[in-house]
């Protein structure tokens, strides 16, 4: 069962360039089915030394939005995970362990047992890590852990590969931006947080939050204050003048007018 499902999983990943939600929704709906498994996310650590929510599948983001991006200093699974580079495996929910009291009164929403994270390493260090979350109550073992681990691994091979054709491909700069991106730019230059602006554009909020970190990759900023100074900085680059600097265009099409 277990090697059948590692090996879908390579093929799928193999045959099918997968977005980081599309690797969540795939471990979700089909290799950790067998598991119980109702919800999966990404989450990286930034330079800033925080953690920070890259994709995720199963998940209300609405209702974690404060925890979209923390510190790694502070004592949570999540960081556990990361800076000691193993894997955490909590099957107490909805009752969270005493040693994590800021999760205490975080719940997920649904009836949830088990929460495993498991960390993604770069060159042999942590540098993002996979969360899955099951129904079930699920009892540690040798081979389940096994498992994980390879699931993560492939993982990073993916995403590290795809990071890599990307860098091939894309210059620092707003040329490199496409018209979606250019948009969520701007609405990030009004101060608009992920969840409004897919409420205004139309858009899940995962694809924001997706289109928001390759934007900060493209223009090498760390963060929403950098990304609002570039773009105010390169307002001409884009094709915008004439207006205010509060003043930002709804669509790529007004920075022509």
């Known amino acids: 069962m277990i090697n059948e499902r590692i090996a879908d999983f390579v093929a799928r990943l193999a045959n099918v360039d ?17 598991l119980d498994v109702e919800h999966a996310w990404i989450s990286e650590i930034t330079n800033r030394k925080t953690v920070r929510a890259r994709a995720s599948y199963g998940v209300n983001q609405d209702l974690y939005a404060e925890w979209q991006e923390f510190p790694l200093e502070w004592k949570l699974p999540v960081t556990d995970a990361l800076t000691e580079q193993r894997l955490v495996w909590i099957n107490s929910l909805p009752e969270w362990p005493a040693e994590y009291p800021l999760l205490k009164d975080v719940s997920f929403g649904a009836p949830v047992r088990t929460q495993i994270i498991i960390p993604i390493l770069k060159f042999n260090s942590p540098v993002a890590c996979i969360g899955l979350v099951s129904s079930a109550q699920l009892i540690p073992d040798e081979e389940l852990e096994l498992f994980f681990r390879t699931l993560a691994n492939l993982v990073s091979l993916h995403l590290f ?20 991106q250019v948009q969520i730019l701007a609405y990030i230059a009004e101060k608009k947080t992920n969840i409004e602006i897919a409420d205004i554009m139309g858009y899940s909020e995962s694809t924001i939050r997706q289109e928001t970190i390759r934007i900060f990759d493209k ?9 609002r100074n570039y773009f105010l900085e390169n307002r001409e680059k884009l094709g915008y003048r004439g207006r205010a600097k509060s003043d930002v265009p709804s669509s790529r099409e007004e920075f022509a007018h």
């Open 18 to 34: 997968l977005t980081e939600d599309e690797i969540c929704e795939y471990l979700t709906t089909t290799t950790c089915t067998f």
């Open 161 to 180: 590969r795809q990071a890599r054709d990307r860098k091939k491909l894309e210059s620092p700069n707003v040329g490199s931006l496409t018209d979606r």
């Open 219 to 227: 223009l090498k900023v760390n963060g929403r204050n950098e990304a």
